[in-house]
């Protein structure tokens, strides 16, 4: 099946750095939306994101897809290490009760302390 | 929190038994997925519900079943275990604006023998 490419594949940072990932498609989605998934846990959501080109927050978290809709970001500032963990990204398409969600491959993250 | 419970949380079973997990929802979600995440595959959709009663398959169906008598539980079975189908398997139920969200359950650890 068809999996959204993301990059870095994985990281090592320091705590406090800053740390940005990417998500890539050759489909355009309307909706993206961010997770993070601990071991042995199921993904949490995020963040949603609706409008193309809109920069939306979570606490540290900052991500945005852009106005071509085929890619995202998501901005980890002052990590922490309970950052570490598997970030993945989801294309959302189709409409309202039709929706198909295409994953991502995933960023493992792991921080310094 | 979703209010999403899967049951067992770990189960092994030997190949070709029938496995049934449970997927309990507590806030009258109407659309109920189940995902199974495997290394170097990401998440993949068994099968979804819209209803009760109305269900629909995904991309990795061949060996699984579904049933939804009820809004808050989503049952999956697998007819005849097999080895290939350990995995974790994850339960998600849509919601959020425009139900573009996507929220998952803690996830079920299967092992086939």
């Known amino acids: 099946g068809q999996q959204l490419n993301q990059s870095p594949q994985s990281m090592f940072i320091q705590e406090g750095e800053d740390v940005s990932m990417n998500c890539t498609s050759s489909?355009?989605?309307?909706?993206w939306l961010w997770y993070k998934q601990d071991p042995g846990e199921g993904p949490v959501l995020l963040i949603a994101?609706?409008?193309?080109?809109e920069l939306t927050s979570n606490g540290r978290l900052t991500a945005q897809f852009g106005i071509t809709r085929k890619d995202s970001f998501l901005n980890i500032s002052a990590s922490i290490p309970s950052d570490v963990g598997i970030y993945f990204c989801?294309?959302?398409?189709?409409?309202?009760?039709?929706?198909?969600?295409?994953f991502g491959t995933g960023t493992r993250l792991k921080v310094l302390a | 929190d979703a209010g999403i419970t899967q049951s067992p949380r770990h189960k092994v079973t030997e190949t070709g038994t029938p496995v049934t997990l449970r997927c309990h929802q507590t806030?009258?979600?109407?659309?109920m997925y189940w995902y199974r995440q495997d290394p170097g595959h990401g998440l993949r959709l068994i099968h979804y519900?819209?209803?009760?009663?109305?269900?629909d398959k995904g991309e990795v169906s061949d060996g699984y079943s579904v049933s939804r008598s009820k809004t808050e539980d989503f049952l999956l079975t697998l007819e005849s275990a097999t080895s290939s189908q350990t995995s974790v398997y994850f339960c998600?139920?849509?919601?959020?604006?425009?139900?573009?969200?996507?929220?998952f359950g803690p996830g079920t650890r299967l092992t086939v023998l």
């Open positions: 998600a139920i849509s919601a959020g604006a425009q139900l573009g969200e996507q929220f």
């Open positions: 489909s355009i989605f309307n909706t």
């Open positions: 994101l609706y409008k193309a080109g």
């Open positions: 989801a294309g959302v398409a189709g409409a309202s009760g039709t929706y198909k969600y295409i």
């Open positions: 806030e009258n979600h109407r659309y």
């Open positions: 519900s819209y209803g009760v009663k109305d269900t």
